[in-house]
């Protein structure tokens, strides 16, 4: 079973940073895309990063200039370096990825991993 596990949550203060990283288990199907969401408390979940499979990036406006989203192929694994956190960054954060088997694109979600920063 492919899945998706997280790693390097926790609890920071603001202005520090969190290095995410979301690594494939379970198969040795190359990841195309990927992307990260995060939904806070009592928010919907909201796209925060993306890259496309040719390396295009796009983030929300709010992250935008404090977070990077890159991707290792020889890992096969996602990361998001996150900088500059605000309390408002805090919640759970899902890596999103997808890929190519048998013609059809496969998306996973990873489990989630909490990401809080004090004021």
């Known amino acids: 079973q492919v899945q998706l596990v997280e790693s390097g949550g926790g609890l920071v203060q603001a202005g520090g940073s969190l290095r995410l990283s979301c690594a494939v288990s379970g198969s040795t199907f190359s990841m195309a895309a990927w992307g990260w969401f995060r939904q806070a408390p009592g928010k919907q979940r909201e796209l925060v990063a993306h890259i496309s499979s040719g390396g295009v990036t796009n983030y929300a406006d709010s992250v935008k200039g404090r977070f990077t989203i890159s991707r290792d192929h020889a890992k096969n694994t996602g990361y998001l370096q996150m900088n500059s956190l605000k309390p408002e960054d805090t919640g759970v954060y899902y890596c999103?990825?997808?890929?190519?088997?048998?013609?059809?694109?496969?998306?996973?979600y990873g489990q989630g991993t909490q990401v809080t920063v004090s004021s």
């Open positions: 999103n990825a997808g890929y190519y088997s048998g013609g059809d694109y496969h998306n996973l």
